[in-house]
């Protein structure tokens, strides 16, 4: 059973840039799409992008796209998000997820770590 484990989260001032990681262990990391989701109180899960297994397709919400990028290592069975230029309405909990299908929704994902939290102050 494949786990996955956030790191990378902190406090950032309004402009700065954080990188999240996830490590995963177990099968199948390296088939599986990979996407982040963010939660923030009293709100739904939200998807933030999304990798499919060969690296060769991405996706993002609107409100991150251009400066948020996410890739792989499925070498170090790691995903990554490099966030830049981040704003307040970007704190939220973090969630790293594995799918066997290539999807945007939540509800298709199986596998989720426990997150991590970003704070962008402003």
């Known amino acids: 059973q494949m786990q996955l484990v956030e790191s990378g989260g902190g406090l950032v001032q309004a402009g700065g840039s954080l990188r999240l990681s996830c490590a995963g262990s177990?099968?199948?990391?390296?088939?599986?799409?990979l996407g982040w989701f963010r939660e923030t109180p009293g709100q739904e899960r939200k998807f933030v992008a999304a990798?499919?297994?060969?690296?060769?397709?991405?996706r993002y919400t609107d409100s991150v796209r251009g400066r948020f990028t996410i890739s792989r290592d499925n070498a170090k069975n790691t995903v990554y998000l490099q966030m830049n230029s981040l704003k307040p309405e970007d704190t939220a909990i973090y969630y790293c997820?594995?799918?066997?299908?290539?999807?945007?929704?939540?509800?298709?994902?199986?596998?989720w770590g426990r997150g991590t939290q970003v704070t962008v102050s402003s």
């Open positions: 997820a594995a799918s066997a299908v290539w999807s945007m929704r939540s509800i298709d994902y199986r596998t």
């Open positions: 990798i499919n297994s060969s690296a060769r397709s991405s």
């Open positions: 177990g099968r199948p990391f390296s088939t599986s799409t």
